[in-house]
Nanobody, 119 residues
């Protein structure tokens, strides 16, 4: 059974920093990509940042220059360093792990970690 576990969410003042961590385990296949998504109250879940096993990264325009994603595909871990946080960064942050099977990809989600940025 695959487990995806996030940690690091907290309450922080605007302008502060947080570091989120995520670890995926239990799959027989290799990770092809991991990423962070967030969902604010009343809004759809959106991509924040992702990283592939070859190191390619992708960021939402709203976080470019403030957030940095990094990962270790060998350990199936991914981190999100969030600096210069804004109240609009508030939401539940979900980790996503994609494993590459022999024919298809398997997609798993964590339970989420709450990030609250106060003014």
């Amino acid at each position: 059974q695959v487990h995806v576990v996030e940690s690091g969410g907290d309450l922080v003042q605007a302008g502060g920093s947080l570091r989120l961590s995520c670890a995926a385990s239990g799959s027989a296949f290799s990770v092809s990509a991991m990423g962070w998504y967030r969902q604010a109250p009343g809004k759809q879940r959106e991509l924040v940042a992702s990283v592939t096993s070859d190191g390619s990264t992708n960021y939402a325009d709203s976080v470019k220059g403030r957030f940095t994603i990094s990962g270790d595909s060998a350990k199936n871990t991914v981190f999100l360093q969030m600096n210069s946080l804004k109240p609009e960064d508030t939401g539940v942050y979900y980790c996503n792990a994609v494993f590459q099977g022999p024919i298809y990809k398997e997609n798993y989600w964590g339970q989420g970690t709450q990030v609250t940025v106060s003014t």
